[in-house]
């Protein structure tokens, strides 16, 4: 199965992929690991992605199609892959139709005040990045290794706002784009609330 996850910043996105991962033997493949993993061991096209990084430029859609070309022909990807982060616009959309199928496309809607609350709320590990919300878990240190909880100075409204104006030009027109196969669930505060229909959708596709 080839998936697109679909969502807002703070939709939970990266949550629910787990899950999805966990349970249908599927590849999570994130445009920014990508990136890095090229640019790390030099390939042709991480050292073209490179140039424009090291510029401030976007990367161009081409590159980014050639990583993820040889990424999904890997053996790890032969049951399939979850997308994160691509494609964000439909250009990419297009470009990513010509290069393979895609099975089914999960939207995570979740009201734009709620992830500004989610946003603000975030608190991160200093240690091991472990990620909790005030929300949830009032405390200035980790459950896990115990050590301090820090804001990310990304975190604030201006940006965050900024995200979402992104998003709603560039990326929401996806959910037109893919109408004919895309499942859209509300993004609940409780992961599991959120991943248990998304479950049922896609064991239907299988």
């Known amino acids: 199965m080839k998936l697109i996850l679909l969502g807002a910043p703070f939709s939970g996105k990266g949550t629910l992929a787990r899950k999805i991962q966990s349970d249908f033997n599927l590849v999570q493949i994130s445009t920014g690991d990508l990136f890095r993993e090229n640019i790390k061991n030099g390939t042709e096209v991480g050292n073209l992605a490179k140039t424009f990084i090291d510029k401030g430029q976007l990367v161009p859609d081409s590159v980014t199609i050639s990583m993820l070309k040889a990424r999904i022909a890997n053996e790890d990807c032969k049951n399939g892959f979850i997308l994160d982060g691509f494609p ?16 089914a496309v999960v939207l995570l809607d979740v009201p734009f005040d709620e992830i500004r609350r ?8 200093s240690k091991c990045g472990e990620i909790y919300n ?13 050590s301090p909880l820090f804001q990310r100075d990304d975190d604030n409204l201006e940006t965050v706002n900024n995200r979402l104006e992104v998003y709603e030009r560039q990326t929401a027109p996806l959910i037109d784009f893919y109408a004919d196969r895309l499942f859209a669930v509300k993004g609940q505060d409780n992961p599991e609330d959120t991943y248990k229909p998304v479950k049922n959708f896609l064991e239907g596709k299988l």
Do not use: F, H, M, P
Request: net charge positive.
């Open 88 to 103: 964000r616009t439909v250009q990419q959309a297009e470009a990513l139709e010509n290069l393979t199928k895609i099975d």
């Open 134 to 146: 005030t929300s949830s878990y009032d405390k200035t240190t980790c459950l896990k290794c115990g």
């Open 118 to 125: 989610r946003a603000l709320g975030r608190r991160t590990c």
